[in-house]
């Protein structure tokens, strides 16, 4: 069975809620990343999602000032990384959202998206048995 720690970016894009959103999206856009961790310290805060930047969007707000905080979904659901894929495809499934991110104890260790499960899947039944 694979499991999370098989298959997560660990090489998360992290920022503080503080940020600006439009700042924050650059960095995302640059990463070539769909979300960023928000972080308090240790502590995870928050994570802005490109669905969470779409709802600040089309708010008016100016984006070159309005901190991350506005938008960013607080305390996400998370995964550890002994998750296996089909227990996070189901979370992700089941609530609605497409970027999970990965902890053990209090620490941060990745992130997994809909496209890494989906692809792990794809892979895993395109090997000759």
């Known amino acids: 069975?694979?499991?999370?720690?098989?298959?997560?970016?660990?090489?998360?894009?992290?920022?503080?809620?503080?940020?600006?959103?439009?700042?924050?999206?650059?960095?995302?856009?640059?990463?070539?990343?769909?979300?960023?961790?928000?972080?308090?310290?240790?502590?995870?805060?928050?994570?802005?999602?490109?669905?969470?930047?779409?709802?600040?969007?089309?708010?008016?707000?100016?984006?070159?000032?309005?901190?991350?905080?506005?938008w960013m979904t607080r305390d996400p659901t998370t995964a550890t990384p002994d998750t296996t894929i089909g227990e996070a495809a189901d979370v992700m499934i089941t609530s609605g959202f497409r970027h999970l991110p990965v902890v053990e104890g209090r620490e941060l260790k990745g992130v997994v998206s809909i496209r890494d499960v989906l692809a792990s899947g794809i892979r895993r039944r395109s090997k000759p048995r």
Do not use: F, H, N, Y
Request: net charge negative; proline share 1%.
């Open 1 to 70: 069975m694979i499991q999370l720690r098989d298959i997560m970016t660990t090489e998360v894009l992290t920022t503080s809620a503080e940020r600006a959103v439009a700042e924050v999206t650059s960095m995302m856009v640059k990463a070539r990343v769909g979300s960023a961790v928000v972080m308090q310290g240790s502590w995870l805060a928050g994570i802005l999602t490109e669905r969470d930047v779409l709802r600040a969007a089309a708010s008016g707000s100016d984006l070159t000032k309005s901190p991350v905080s506005e």
